[in-house]
């Protein structure tokens, strides 16, 4: 084998090693919003499930929150002792907090003790990968060869969508090898319990890896840096590129992501309606077909450069997003389908449960179209009449749900692949572009704060963020509500191309290998 040769087959260990614990670190942190709507309804109290949903949706924020303190506290380790050992140990934290949110008693259970404990998991989960990340991409960055950064690292960042891309497939499994009652009950904790298994895997793989080049000869020479915060922040020239980067690309690239891959599922779930097993199938098959772009954005960022191709992402996505929605609530919007009123089933019943009953009414509407609506109202009785709450409003949940034809499916799958296209342009050569940025001495710190700060706050918050400016606007009757959550990625996003547009320039990426 030649010299080529044994350095290609050499940087695809690096990839896969560093891949394929990445990958589970990213499945561990998805897997609790892939099934925030089944959380709602475990961890936070019944009685409101919208409240419930945006709790759980708050939970799952408070995690990208602390990715930034992760960033620091294992962003400092990781200049200081190296890349590997750290993001071994991020890798455990993350994997142990996971399994133990699987075992977690219900609300029901042990009262609000089950969404502390949850809450403090998730917190674990997000200072563990605010460690990971900027490991991993500074790590294959720094085995990458001459000119191909933009490539090698670009495989690192398909680990996220391939993560949520998992952890959609494991609860699609999970779901069709057990009745509704029993993931109900207690499946759901599978996807959780089976991140153990992964995390070991992984531990054996990295187990055996060896320190990065560059920075074993940096230590070697004795020019790593004995505090790495300080010289990160505490200097004035290079906070100005950790704040150039944060705000001229981190914060645009994030909402991108976010709003692409979880917006998305969420919009369409609670929004639209969609029941939850179409909705993961065709976000997975979105995501499958989208992937291999990130690799694509990543190769061809090393020829032309990463500023064209990240700002070109932003600016194409908050142009699009609007006629996006738009077209994919219309695709399930009853007020533009034709109902076949004869065949409209209606029911209704009282269920008595200990001392308190509920009157449940049940209708489902059969469309000229093919597609199926079922609404489920369950209003709070008692003494036989309807409860009142302290607001003056009658206690009671309404449930939709929406089953989509083919066509629709696939029309969704379309929009949501456009979106995963932006996501690619965004992220691809992010990795490549926040390393050229920092010297090696610091640059696990310097480039992890930012990245950070950009996906795990402005990025995290998103779902939120936009899902209560959708319920508000809905309230006060808005008529275009369902595009009122687009306003944060839109704002967020023409922000952050504009500074990237006029400060990002070839002195920024000081530190590229060509």
């Known amino acids: 084998m030649n010299n080529t040769e044994t350095k290609k087959s050499s940087i695809w260990s690096v990839i896969m090693a560093s891949s394929m614990g990445t990958l589970i670190e990213w499945y561990d942190f998805y897997i609790f919003g892939s099934l925030a709507i089944v959380l709602s309804t475990k961890f936070f109290p019944s009685d409101n499930p919208t409240a419930a949903f945006l709790s759980t949706l708050a939970t799952f924020a408070a995690g990208f929150v602390v990715r930034p303190f992760g960033a620091l506290f294992f962003g400092r380790l990781g200049d200081l002792i190296g890349r ?5 140990v991020t890798l455990m934290l993350m994997g142990g907090a996971t399994f133990v949110i699987g075992c977690v008693p219900s609300y029901e259970s042990i009262g609000f003790v089950a969404p502390v404990i949850v809450l403090v998991m998730r917190l674990l989960q997000g200072l563990a990968l605010g460690g990971e990340y900027g490991g991993a991409a500074t790590y294959v960055a720094e085995h990458a060869p001459k000119g191909q950064r933009g490539f090698w690292t670009s495989w690192i960042q398909t680990t996220a969508t391939v993560g949520l891309f998992i952890s959609l497939i494991v609860i699609l499994i999970t779901r069709s090898v057990m009745t509704e009652e029993q993931f109900d009950l207690w499946g759901w904790r599978v996807p959780f319990w089976l991140s153990i298994v992964m995390v070991y895997i992984s531990y054996l793989i990295r187990k055996n890896m060896s320190e990065s080049p ?19 922040f505490g200097n004035r020239y290079n906070l100005k590129f950790v704040l150039l980067a944060l705000f001229g690309a981190t914060m ?21 309606f969609v029941d939850s097993n179409q909705v993961d199938g065709l976000l997975g098959i979105a995501l499958l077909l989208g992937t291999p772009f990130f690799v694509f ?29 738009r ?65 003056g409003d009658v206690d009671k949940h309404v449930k939709k749900t929406m089953f989509i034809t083919s066509s629709i499916k696939w029309k969704l799958v379309f929009l949501v692949f456009v979106q995963v296209l932006f996501v690619t342009m965004v992220y691809g050569p992010i990795a490549a572009f926040l390393v050229e940025m920092f ?21 995290g918050l998103l779902p939120a963020i936009s ?13 275009e509500f369902f595009l009122e959550g687009l306003w944060y990625p839109i704002i967020v996003g023409a922000i952050s191309f504009v500074i990237g547009f006029i400060y990002i320039n070839k002195k920024v990426t000081k530190y590229s290998d060509k």
């Open 252 to 272: 645009g690239q994030g909402v991108i992501w976010y709003t692409g891959q979880f917006y998305a599922m969420s919009y369409i779930k609670t929004v639209m």
């Open 327 to 391: 077209a994919m609530y219309a695709s399930t919007d009853t007020n533009l389908k034709t109902e076949m009123v004869d065949k409209r089933i209606a029911s209704a019943e009282i269920k008595t449960t200990n001392a308190a009953s509920d009157s449940i009414y049940k209708v489902k509407k059969f469309y000229t179209d093919g597609t199926e609506y079922s609404e489920t109202t369950t209003v709070h009785l008692k003494d036989g009449v309807a409860n009142i709450t302290e607001k």
């Open 467 to 479: 899902t209560y400016f959708v319920a508000n606007a809905e309230k006060t009757g808005h008529s």
């Open 439 to 459: 010297p090696v001495k610091i640059r696990y710190t310097s480039m992890s704060l930012p990245y950070h700060i950009g996906n795990g706050i402005f990025g």
């Open 297 to 325: 954005f990543g190769w061809l960022s090393d020829k032309v450069g990463r500023k064209p191709i990240l700002l070109a992402g932003m600016l194409i996505a908050i142009i699009s997003y609007r006629p996006i929605y």
């Open 84 to 88: 590997k050992y750290t993001f071994m």
């Open 214 to 232: 560059e920075f074993a000869k940096a230590k070697k020479e004795g020019k790593t840096s004995t505090n790495p915060l300080k010289e990160s």
